[in-house]
């Protein structure tokens, strides 16, 4: 799964040093998933991801930029951790990138692993980004999305996303027209407590082992 922004939209601010786990199944793969905020540290493998999922993928110096001007609170990082207690850090199977602009957080990069995609992590992304862009003061989100990524489109509005309007030829690499969605609502209370229900419920269907 991997959608596509543009960069530059704003400086954000920074928000809490937010985490988030869940457990993986017995079948397939053991251990867990931990959302965290991007480091430096982790930019190579990042990239890595990001080659592997766009046409026309950021560098991996835009990623140091954007965390040295101090954006480390809007880039986030799902690991798989084992449980094994292995050397290091636990492999980074997906991430996301949004700017905060007042109360509009925009989305410019989701991706996930390719080993990993069509397993739901997607969806457990999109939804601990919510929760914790709402708890920088976002009240709705925005994106774009390509004309032809219907899967994406398909889990974007299944989780309330709407489409505000459509840029003719918004991609240049491909000439193809863009989507822009919004998700608004965000700073009720009663959605973000809609949010977290389906944030627990959400089972993530990993790799076999």
Same mark, same amino acid.
């Given at each position: 799964?991997? =959608?596509?922004?543009? *960069?530059?939209?704003?400086?954000?601010? *920074?928000? *809490?040093?937010?985490? &988030?786990?869940?457990?993986?199944?017995?079948?397939?793969?053991?251990? =867990?998933? +931990? =959302?965290?905020?991007?480091?430096?540290? #982790? +930019? &190579?493998?990042?990239?890595?991801?990001?080659?592997?999922?766009?046409?026309? *993928?950021?560098?991996? @110096?835009?990623?140091? #930029?954007?965390? !040295?001007?101090?954006?480390?609170?809007?880039?986030? +990082?799902?690991?798989? #951790? /084992?449980?094994?207690? %292995?050397?290091?850090?636990?492999?980074?199977?997906?991430?996301?990138?949004?700017?905060?602009?007042? /109360? !509009?957080?925009?989305?410019?990069?989701?991706?996930?692993?390719? %080993?990993?995609?069509?397993? !739901?992590?997607?969806?457990?992304?999109?939804? &601990?980004?919510?929760?914790?862009?709402?708890?920088?003061?976002? $009240?709705?989100?925005?994106?774009?999305? !390509?004309?032809? &990524?219907?899967?994406? @489109?398909?889990?974007?509005?299944?989780?309330? =996303?709407?489409?505000?309007?459509?840029?003719?030829?918004?991609?240049? /690499?491909?000439?193809? #027209?863009?989507?822009?969605?919004?998700?608004?609502?965000?700073? /009720?209370?009663?959605?973000?407590?809609?949010?977290? @229900?389906?944030?627990?419920?959400?089972?993530?269907?990993?790799? $076999?082992?």
């Amino acid at each position: 799964m991997a =959608f596509m922004g543009r *960069p530059g939209f704003g400086r954000g601010r *920074p928000g *809490p040093r937010h985490s &988030n786990r869940i457990p993986l199944p017995p079948e397939g793969e053991p251990g =867990f998933l +931990v =959302f965290e905020s991007m480091t430096p540290a #982790d +930019v &190579n493998e990042v990239a890595e991801i990001e080659e592997a999922s766009f046409p026309t *993928p950021y560098t991996p @110096q835009i990623f140091r #930029d954007e965390l !040295r001007e101090g954006w480390p609170a809007c880039w986030w +990082v799902v690991r798989h #951790d /084992d449980g094994r207690g %292995g050397r290091g850090p636990a492999p980074i199977v997906a991430y996301i990138g949004y700017y905060l602009q007042r /109360d !509009r957080a925009h989305i410019a990069k989701i991706a996930t692993h390719p %080993g990993w995609r069509r397993r !739901r992590l997607g969806e457990w992304l999109l939804l &601990n980004t919510l929760l914790v862009a709402r708890e920088q003061g976002a $009240a709705y989100v925005s994106l774009e999305v !390509r004309e032809s &990524n219907t899967a994406a @489109q398909r889990l974007y509005f299944k989780w309330g =996303f709407v489409q505000l309007r459509r840029f003719r030829g918004y991609y240049e /690499d491909t000439g193809e #027209d863009g989507l822009i969605l919004v998700f608004t609502g965000l700073a /009720d209370r009663r959605t973000a407590s809609r949010l977290r @229900q389906e944030l627990a419920g959400v089972e993530i269907v990993p790799p $076999a082992g």
